[in-house]
């Protein structure tokens, strides 16, 4: 029998939470349920991602920050909505939209009411008032009949905080599309390498938002250290944000601008990872990365900061390596380590390979299904 489902999200720029909540929203659709999706309209530099496949329901009072009016029109506006759609699910994702779905969802009485969080609010350079984000996520999670987290960092952190419960707490991992990684343009990729690295060089990518908690900046540093031993490395950062400015004049400022490019947002992501030869994450805090996971998807070697949920993916020297954030130096010898030796880059990639099946699309929906199911009987 279907469902009815709504999904809420506070807004949908290019991030790993915002693909995930489409993905499953379609998903779910496509498989029979009533979907409806509600977003914000606010928008971000880091780019738009549409849901064409599934209805929408855009609510301007849905802001990111924070703002009593806009946060109680939301409450209101989302308690009327589940009073007249009477879903059978409310899932909800991202800080702003976890807190007042929920809200809406308990004063109008839906029966199945699930959040998940990729990555928690008091992460944002927050660190003085963590103590009160503490408090309300508590206090929010005793409002879900799921608390669903997707890395076990954020597991074992929201443990710690006494936000979590063990009864309430699920870990389903955001997965990625295996199967479109897989299947890229081989041609455009010749062209891509081709025009990115035009006298053979290596090249060695970033691709992210490029504002907080991402670190652009430390990959720059890395770049410029490695650049002094290995003149043939070609470094692309691909992605927008808030940072870009502050990150083009430090590129300027360091005279790497010829062998440093900054590409901003892309729509051929997998192609542009299977045109280069080194992946790199590089971030303060993280949920599930999805970058890594893709590069992981594509053959890549991947190299990821040691935070939150990287280190359930990578496994140090096993399946990519890993250095500490903030950490230019230490990312600058993982770099030159995998440069010089193709033996290992080899041996990360295949073991990569096996590890990223445990993050397909496909085993997050069964999951996620598996989870609905069981708490609507």
């Not at 530099?45 to 855009?58: A, H, N, Y």
């Not at 062998?259 to 901003?264: A, F, K, P, R, T």
């Not at 880059?345 to 609905?372: E, G, I, P």
Request: charged share 25%.
């Amino acid at each position: 029998m279907s469902r009815k489902i709504i999904y809420v999200i506070t807004r949908m720029v290019v991030g790993g939470a915002q693909e995930t909540a489409k993905y499953t929203a379609e998903h779910f659709h496509h498989a029979g349920d009533e979907v409806l999706f509600v977003t914000g309209v606010e928008t971000g530099r880091e780019g738009e991602l549409t849901v064409d496949e599934v209805p929408v329901l855009f609510m301007p009072a849905l802001v990111r920050r924070l703002s009593p009016l806009h946060d109680l029109r939301a409450v209101w506006q989302l308690y009327r909505l589940f009073r007249g759609r009477r879903p059978d699910i409310v899932h909800a994702r991202t800080s702003k939209a976890r807190v007042v779905a929920a809200v809406a969802a308990r004063l109008a009485r839906v029966p199945t009411v699930v959040q998940t969080i990729h990555g928690w609010s008091f992460g944002n350079e927050i660190d003085r008032k963590k103590w009160l984000y503490v408090i309300v996520e508590k206090l929010i999670a005793r409002m879900f009949d799921c608390n669903i987290v997707v890395s076990e960092g954020d597991l074992r952190e929201g443990l710690e905080t006494g936000i979590l419960r063990l009864q309430t707490t699920q870990l389903i991992r955001s997965g990625v599309n295996l199967a479109k990684i897989s299947k890229v343009d081989r041609e455009r990729v010749e062209r891509l390498r081709a025009e990115l690295a035009p006298d053979g060089q290596r090249v060695v990518t970033l691709i992210g938002r490029l504002s907080s908690p991402k670190t652009p900046d430390v990959f720059v540093d890395a770049a410029t250290a490695v650049l002094a031993k290995h003149h043939d490395t070609r470094f692309l950062v691909v992605g927008d944000g808030a940072k870009r400015e502050a990150l083009a004049a430090q590129i300027g400022r360091l005279g790497i601008s010829a062998d440093v490019l900054m590409l901003g947002l892309r729509t051929d992501v997998a192609e542009l990872m299977a045109a280069s030869d080194i992946i790199v994450h590089s971030s303060l805090r993280e949920g599930l990365p999805k970058a890594v996971l893709e590069a992981m998807a594509a053959g890549r070697p991947v190299i990821g900061t040691n935070v939150g949920g990287v280190p359930a993916v990578v496994d140090d020297g096993v399946t990519g390596l890993l250095v500490e954030p903030s950490n230019a130096p230490q990312m600058a010898t993982a770099i030159l380590r995998l440069l010089e030796d193709p033996a290992l880059c080899a041996r990360l990639v295949a073991n990569a390979a096996q590890r990223v099946q445990d993050f397909s699309l496909t085993k997050s929906f069964d999951d996620t299904n598996a989870l609905y199911e069981r708490l609507r009987h």
